[in-house]
């Protein structure tokens, strides 16, 4: 599951939806603090216009579907559900398609344990996954009414010693297949490569490290 990732601004957007538009690069994201969206945010996304479906537009969206069944928001789409045709992805992902740009996902450790600098109690240690050379990381997403998921899939070599689930993680180059009726065949992750770095609580007792994998 993804419940936590890095947001990016709205200027930071508009470049990652110029530069898929115009095929061309886009510079690296600057070194500093970003606030963290988590399920009810607003967060920005894209994906085709809703008038011509030609070019791509910017929009806000609440991070969550709130079910018929239940009050919590539903906020990850298995990738498989949606292959399925489940009834509650049918239509997001059919024709909300979209991309959620950030610049770091979160997901917790299965047994491995740091203090809480709010409790001291043992919690999960949270690892930040992101991209090489600091590039956006673009999420696979779908959005219907407002609201929008984060689709998730198998989790690749980078991910699977922490995590049995992985964000549908896009390059910049495979956007236009994932707003397309082709979008299947991106539900593999194995070959795309994530930096990976330990979050340490700022109480903690062992200093912070790069993990690699």
């Given at each position: 599951?993804?419940?936590?990732?890095?947001?990016?601004?709205?200027?930071?957007v508009a470049a990652v939806v110029?530069?898929?538009?115009?095929?061309?690069?886009?510079?690296?994201?600057?070194?500093?603090?970003?606030?963290?969206?988590?399920?009810?945010s607003s967060i920005l996304l894209?994906?085709?216009?809703?008038?011509?479906?030609?070019?791509?537009?910017?929009?806000?969206?609440?991070w969550g579907f709130t079910p018929?069944?239940?009050?919590?928001?539903?906020?990850?789409?298995?990738?498989?559900?949606?292959?399925?045709?489940?009834?509650?992805?049918?239509?997001?992902?059919?024709?909300?398609?979209?991309?959620?740009?950030?610049?770091?996902?979160?997901?917790?450790?299965?047994?491995?344990?740091?203090?809480?600098?709010?409790?001291?109690?043992?919690?999960?240690?949270?690892?930040?996954?992101?991209?090489?050379?600091?590039?956006?990381?673009?999420?696979?997403?779908?959005?219907?009414?407002?609201?929008?998921?984060?689709?998730?899939?198998?989790?690749?070599?980078?991910?699977?010693?922490?995590?049995?689930?992985?964000?549908?993680?896009?390059?910049?180059?495979?956007?236009?297949?994932?707003?397309?009726?082709?979008?299947?065949?991106?539900?593999?992750?194995?070959?795309?490569?994530?930096?990976?770095?330990?979050?340490?609580?700022?109480?903690?007792?062992?200093?912070?490290?790069?993990?690699?994998?």
């Amino acid at each position: 599951m993804c419940g936590r990732f890095e947001i990016l601004t709205y200027e930071e957007v508009a470049a990652v939806v110029a530069a898929v538009e115009g095929h061309a690069a886009v510079g690296s994201l600057p070194d500093e603090p970003r606030a963290h969206a988590r399920p009810g945010s607003s967060i920005l996304l894209f994906g085709r216009r809703a008038d011509d479906g030609e070019g791509l537009e910017i929009a806000e969206s609440t991070w969550g579907f709130t079910p018929e069944w239940g009050t919590k928001p539903v906020f990850n789409t298995r990738i498989e559900s949606a292959l399925s045709g489940s009834g509650m992805w049918r239509g997001p992902i059919q024709d909300g398609r979209c991309v959620i740009p950030a610049a770091a996902f979160y997901e917790p450790h299965a047994a491995e344990t740091v203090r809480s600098p709010k409790t001291g109690r043992p919690m999960k240690r949270q690892y930040r996954f992101a991209m090489p050379d600091a590039q956006p990381l673009l999420l696979a997403g779908v959005q219907a009414d407002g609201r929008c998921s984060v689709v998730t899939c198998e989790p690749n070599r980078w991910v699977s010693p922490i995590h049995d689930r992985m964000p549908l993680a896009l390059r910049f180059e495979e956007v236009a297949t994932w707003l397309s009726p082709d979008w299947p065949a991106l539900a593999n992750r194995t070959d795309l490569s994530l930096e990976v770095t330990p979050e340490q609580p700022s109480n903690a007792s062992e200093p912070d490290q790069l993990t690699l994998f």
